[in-house]
């Protein structure tokens, strides 16, 4: 292959040399491949790296336009993407459709840049979500791996991956450092988690947890089913819904709430990463989550309000696990960092015997349930070997919620929170969690999130394996999910307040 690198990585940034050109080389995409009814170019070399650059411009203050600018000076300007002006299941399935095209045709180059595609998504972890849940929504034979700039508050995901947690520069040199490491970068498999959302419809008027202005900015993973759809159910209302990071409810949620609330009502206090999480801990002191377990109302402890039923294994029976009486939060965990990186479940040491935990795992098809009282018991997290409450590690999940002392509480996915309310009648509101599929990811060496097949660290694979039998007999209720329905966000939506 011709072309190579001849710049090198000092210090972490690129060295000044007339190599720059032939270094970028390794990433740019011609036109053609990617524009339909483009002119035929004379194509030299193959890139090693040819990647896709998806950009929330509205990101991170100016941050997000900033890195968009340099992009499109380094790359071909087709190959970057404004999030702002065109979504991404519109790109990539015109993308797809035009690579196809061109290999039927015997365009080798086509089928060789699709081989080795990658794709880079700046933004929150909102924004990173809603990219994995339309490659998800493609079910390519090989879907791109996916690398995470970090230009949200919280990055959880580019920070589990090795993508760090601070924002990233956005001169030429930081961005040229950034694409070296995606060239080095590792693949690694990630679960997806199906939700599924049921609740009566009362007699006197919509319960609807999705009220005009309590909409969650994370509606690219949750939205109604339509009353024709299959899994809608007569005198019920029904949503669904898919995550990759958490699913929390409580105390965590209710602070999220507030902050978004806060920020809708005043976006000019939140131009910077740091602003954003000083205000953050405001919030969380000023709702009395720093107060003594004992002077805490019992009303808001999970046990008031819902139950808890798992099934540990596909297939399995479902079983009720008691929540302890003082939780007031519980999350459920795909990846090891939440709330800005921290590992509510930590690093148990030894694998499951009678009844014990395992380490988590971002490819083994479970996931990790933990509590927490307060926000002192969160801040054992700062501790070296600190987490919460492990409660269980599950294959699906259920939440019966039923008439409390409360009449609403607060829930989340993957940092976008929203308002429910509870019954107020002998109904239940029901929340289901099960396992979804696989996609890929980038990782850099070294990261916290750890694969089954190899522990210590990220692996790399030829190609994905077909739906597994777990997978291809589950009921047509999770089979036929899809992000085609559900990844979109709504025009009416303003993606600069993506988390």
Not at 164 to 190: C, H, R, W, Y
Request: hydrophobic letters at 35%.
């Amino acid at each position: 292959m011709g072309s190579h690198i001849l710049g090198s990585i000092v210090g972490g940034k690129m060295a000044h040399s007339n190599s720059g050109e032939d270094f970028l080389k390794n990433f740019k995409i011609p036109k053609y491949v990617l524009v339909p009814k483009s002119e035929s170019e004379n194509v030299p070399d193959v890139p090693q790296c040819p990647v896709l650059v998806f950009i929330n411009s509205r990101s991170g203050g100016q941050l997000g336009g900033d890195l968009l600018v340099t992009y499109r000076s380094l790359l071909n300007e087709t190959q970057v993407f404004d999030l702002g002006e065109e979504t991404p299941d519109k790109v990539l399935s015109r993308v797809y459709a035009n690579l196809e095209k061109l290999k039927q045709n015997g365009d080798e180059f086509a089928t060789k840049i699709q081989e080795k595609l990658r794709i880079i998504v700046a933004g929150g972890d909102g924004t990173a979500g809603w990219l994995l849940g339309v490659v998800s929504d493609l079910k390519l034979s090989h879907s791109p791996p996916i690398a995470t700039v970090p230009l949200g508050t919280g990055n959880n995901l580019p920070f589990a991956f090795g993508w760090g947690k601070k924002n990233p520069g956005t001169d030429p040199q930081s961005v040229k450092s950034f694409l070296n490491e995606v060239k080095k970068a590792k693949e690694m498999k990630i679960d997806s988690w199906h939700l599924l959302m049921r609740m009566k419809t009362p007699k006197d008027g919509p319960l609807d947890p999705i009220a005009p202005l309590e909409l969650p900015h994370s509606l690219h993973a949750f939205g109604r089913v339509s009353d024709t759809n299959e899994l809608s159910v007569e005198g019920y209302h029904t949503f669904r819904g898919g995550f990759w990071n958490y699913f929390s409810m409580g105390m965590d949620a209710q602070v999220s709430y507030a902050f978004h609330t806060e920020r809708k009502l005043h976006p000019e206090k939140f131009k910077n990463q740091l602003s954003n999480q000083s205000t953050y801990a405001k919030i969380t002191r000023s709702q009395g989550w720093f107060s003594s377990s004992l002077s805490q109302s019992s009303s808001r402890n999970i046990n008031q309000f819902a139950k808890l039923l798992i099934m540990k294994i596909h297939g399995g029976q479902w079983e009720e696990l008691q929540i302890p009486p003082s939780i007031k939060s519980i999350v459920c965990l795909n990846l090891p960092s939440f709330s800005g990186g921290f590992n509510p479940w930590g690093m148990p040491s030894r694998r499951r015997h009678n009844g014990e935990f395992t380490p988590p795992y971002v490819d083994d098809g479970r996931i990790e349930v933990v509590g927490f009282r307060d926000a002192w018991h969160g801040l054992v997290l700062l501790a070296p070997k600190g987490h919460g409450t492990r409660l269980t590690q599950a294959h699906r999940i259920r939440f019966l919620f039923h008439k409390g002392a409360i009449d609403h509480t607060y829930m989340r996915i993957d940092g976008e929170p929203w308002k429910q309310p509870l019954p107020v009648d002998d109904e239940t509101v029901m929340v289901e969690i099960s396992h979804l599929r696989q996609v890929n990811i980038l990782a850099r060496h070294g990261c916290r999130s750890k694969s089954i097949n190899n522990p210590v660290s990220p692996t790399s694979h030829e190609a994905d394996e077909e739906d597994s039998d777990e997978e291809a007999h589950e009921s047509a209720e999770y089979r036929k999910f899809g992000a085609a329905d559900t990844f979109k966000l709504p025009e009416e939506i303003d993606i600069s307040q993506l988390s």
